[in-house]
């Protein structure tokens, strides 16, 4: 029961500091001046995962949140949420009057539980992108960057199991490639 209690006390913590998250987000975004917009986003990245978001939109400047996780049985729990700045600055579009090249600042928390231990990782990621509009509603983003390890934090469940040939399947680097490729739909405007 105790171990129960301990989970609930942590996806309520969680919940708070995603609730808590989204309402400043919101609040930034009602409080910047010009167009804004909201954008409803799904899509695959590294650190995001299979991922699910939302951007607001204010001028040539995107906020986004998004969660992500991978399929039941690749993995056993993983789970990545993020948080990105978009600053669009070069090209120009018929569809859309924001710019379609930008730069992509985020920072993810990651965590992956499987039989043997639980690792979380903050991560900080750098990316230059594009988006390609197919609508005045609809598009896809790509980008690539590269990505910081911030944090790191093992908690060992049990002794890991050997590897017969020797390797170490954690990596030391604290530097990635990261890309993500995504669509995002346009659905609100603020005024």
Known sequence: MKIYSKVLKGKAKLSFHILLIVTALFSLVHQASGQEKVNATIGFGVPELINAGVRFQSNQTQIGLSIGSVPPGLRENIISIS???YFHFGGFSELSQRRP???RVGMSYWRDETNSSIHKHLILSTRLGRDFNISKKIGIGIDFGFAFE???????KRP???????????SDSSVAPTLGI?????FLSIK
């Open 83 to 85: 948080g990105d700045v």
């Open 101 to 103: 090249w930008y730069v």
């Open 150 to 156: 911030l944090f790191h934090d093992e908690t060992r």
């Open 160 to 170: 890991p199991s050997s590897n017969p040939f020797g390797l170490d399947s954690d």
């Open 182 to 186: 995504g669509l995002f739909y346009r």
